[in-house]
Antibody, heavy 125, light 112 residues
Framework: EVQLVESGGGLVQPGGSLRLSCVAS????????MQWVRQAPGKGLVWVSR????????KYADAVKGRFTISRDNAKNTLYLQMNSLRAEDTAVYYC??????????????????WGQGTLVTVSS | DIVMTQSPLSLPVTPGEPASISCRSS???????????LDWYLQKPGQSPQLLIY???DRASGVPDRFSGSGSGTDFTLTISRVEAEDVGVYYC?????????FGQGTKVEIK
């Protein structure tokens, strides 16, 4: 059974830092691109960042570029999101999601076929 | 960035009746490989989103066949042939053609 379990959320002051983790199980983690998606309270889904299966290719939303860093440790089956210089507008539930592998299309273009349960990040003084 | 626009934003439905949600993109989602890179997700109350449809019309594993996706270019539709009570929640379309991936605003489906 595919499982994605996030952790590391919590309350942090503006300007502070947090590192989120997402532990994967039930599949070959190193074969899949991975993503972070966030959802502010009562709002919709917003893509945050993605990383290639080998960790060498990353992309970020403009809202987090220069402040967040996505990475992965394939030996530990774990995805990370290092969040620095946090702002009130970063308050959200953060989900990790797996990009599914679909025959005939690029590895980056697949759907988000599995999602974690999310971890809440609250930025407030 | 590609802008995704859903309608309606709220959809009261009657169990057993059909329902449809529209999603429009600001540019064509057709790629040179012939696929339309449009996915549909459902977020049930208190849960994480779940994949329903990918590549505009391919149903994800385990998704009931009452859900179907259609459309091309910039206009797409999610159809539920006969709504069941368990289908309530917020439905999102998302373009997977290019980064950043962008979602529609969401359509809240609730039982009348």
């Amino acid at each position: 059974e595919v499982q994605l379990v996030e952790s590391g959320g919590g309350l942090v002051q503006p300007g502070g830092s947090l590192r989120l983790s997402c532990v994967a199980s039930g599949f070959t983690f190193s074969n899949h691109w991975m993503q972070w998606v966030r959802q502010a309270p009562g709002k919709g889904l917003v893509w945050v960042s993605r990383v290639s299966s080998d960790g060498g290719n990353t992309k970020y939303a403009d809202a987090v570029k220069g402040r967040f860093t996505i990475s992965r440790d394939n030996a530990k089956n774990t995805l990370y999101l290092q969040m620095n210089s946090l702002r009130a507008e970063d308050t959200a539930v953060y989900y990790c999601a797996r990009i599914g592998i679909v025959a005939g299309i690029s590895a980056a273009g697949g759907p988000f076929d599995y999602w974690g349960q999310g971890t809440l990040v609250t930025v407030s003084s | 960035d590609i802008v995704m626009t859903q309608s309606p934003l709220s959809l009261p439905v009657t169990p057993g009746e059909p329902a449809s949600i529209s999603c429009r993109s600001s540019q064509s989602l057709l790629y040179s490989d012939g696929h339309h890179y449009l996915d549909w997700y459902l977020q049930k109350p208190g849960q994480s989103p779940q994949l329903l449809i990918y590549l505009a019309s391919d149903r994800a594993s385990g998704v009931p066949d009452r859900f179907s996706g259609s459309g091309s270019g910039t206009d797409f539709t999610l159809t539920i042939s006969r709504v069941e009570a368990e289908d309530v929640g917020v439905y999102y379309c998302m373009q997977a053609l290019q980064a950043p991936r962008t979602f529609g605003q969401g359509t809240k489906v609730e039982i009348k």
